[in-house]
């Protein structure tokens, strides 16, 4: 069954500096997605970035990207130049593909300081 | 793009009532939508898979008699909680898969749960 782990339930950064939240998975295929979702204190999901499991280019969303390292089954995000407003709780998702069906890590709450 | 609605935000109900909670896709058709519950400071559980014109698909453990989810149409699914008791508070989330942006979810603003 596939699994997602984040190891770290929370992280802190200051303001301006860049933050690294790790994930790591377990999956027996080829062909996914993975996702990480920010959840702030509004609780609204809200998608920061996707990469499917072929490409091998790290995908990246202005101030955030990804380290995807398959052979290790690993999807680190990277926050640079850390906002008031990026401070919430991060969920690292992973998607068999073609079933929608989202596997959620234990989340990662982000605090950043002024 | 890619709005979801939940409606309603808040619901507080009396033990023993039932709750209806309904989910839109609002600028995509949605052939599959999703239903989770969400604990304090913890992770999304998925509940159950709603397809568009047939019977939901439940996860291990979730009773699917007391969790009635009904998905209409492309663009509305509703899960109906029958009853409700104390142990059934929770936050209610739903989702939608755009095919078009591929296998990509997009989430409802949630919906709080309170039973009396």
């Known amino acids: 069954a596939q699994t997602v782990t984040q190891s770290q339930p929370e992280m802190s950064v200051q303001e301006a500096e860049t933050v690294t939240l790790s994930c790591t998975y377990d999956t027996s295929e080829s062909d996914y997605y993975l996702f990480w979702y920010k959840q702030p204190p509004s609780r609204q999901m809200i998608l920061v970035i996707r990469?499917?499991?072929?490409?091998?280019q790290n995908a990246t969303e202005n101030r955030f990207s990804v380290n995807f390292q398959k052979a290790a089954k690993s999807f680190s995000l990277k926050i640079s130049d850390s906002q008031l407003g990026d401070a919430a709780m991060y969920f690292c998702a992973y998607s068999f593909y073609n079933t929608d069906k989202l596997i959620f890590g234990t989340g990662t709450r982000l605090q950043v300081f002024p | 793009g890619a709005v979801v609605s939940q409606h309603p935000s808040r619901v507080i109900c009396k033990s023993g009532t039932s709750v209806k909670i309904e989910c839109r896709s609002l600028?995509?058709?949605?052939?599959?939508m999703f239903w989770y519950r969400q604990f304090p400071k913890q992770s999304l559980m998925l509940m159950a898979t709603?397809?568009?014109?047939?019977?939901?698909?439940?996860e291990q453990g979730v009773e699917k008699d007391k969790f009635l989810i009904n998905h209409a149409s492309l663009t509305l699914s509703t899960l109906t909680v029958t009853s409700a008791h104390p142990e059934d508070s929770s936050f209610y989330i739903c989702?939608?898969?755009?095919?078009?942006?591929?296998?990509?979810?997009?989430f409802g603003p949630g919906t709080r749960l309170t039973v009396l």
């Open positions: 709603s397809n568009e014109g047939s019977k939901a698909t439940y």
């Open positions: 600028d995509f058709q949605a052939t599959t």
């Open positions: 989702s939608a898969a755009d095919r078009g942006i591929g296998d990509t979810q997009y």
């Open positions: 990469q499917e499991a072929y490409k091998q």
